[in-house]
């Protein structure tokens, strides 16, 4: 059974940082394109940002370049994301995902994603 297990949120002040970590179980994602979403209360679900299987290439929503990095360790099935300069609107429940597919292209909408985690919270206050 495939697993995505997201750890490393919690309550920081505007201005810190935090970095979350993906594990993924139950098979590789080392040639799949792995991605962060996010979903503040009352709102859709967004991308953050997503990172190819292939070239390992990196894809940032614009609200937050410059201020995440989202990488990967294939050795350890694992996806992070360093958050900087957290501000308050980055509060919300934050989902890792993946795609089922090798070498895939990256996707922007929750629908091209087969795999998600439960989500861990990120709260920044002011």
């Known amino acids: 059974q495939v697993q995505l297990v997201e750890s490393g949120g919690g309550l920081v002040q505007a201005g810190g940082s935090l970095r979350l970590s993906c594990a993924a179980s139950?098979?590789?994602?080392?040639?799949?394109?792995r991605a962060w979403f996010r979903q503040a209360p009352g709102k859709e679900r967004e991308f953050v940002a997503a990172?190819?299987?292939?070239?390992?290439?990196?894809y940032y929503a614009d609200s937050v370049k410059g201020r995440f990095t989202i990488s990967r360790d294939n050795a350890k099935n694992t996806v992070y994301l360093q958050m900087n300069s957290l501000k308050p609107e980055d509060t919300a429940v934050y989902y890792c995902?993946?795609?089922?597919?090798?070498?895939?292209?990256?996707?922007?909408?929750?629908?091209?994603?087969?795999?998600w985690g439960q989500g861990t919270q990120v709260t920044v206050s002011s």
């Open positions: 995902a993946a795609n089922g597919l090798l070498y895939s292209g990256v996707y922007y909408s929750p629908t091209g994603y087969d795999y």
């Open positions: 139950g098979r590789t994602f080392s040639r799949s394109t």
């Open positions: 990172i190819s299987g292939s070239a390992g290439s990196t």
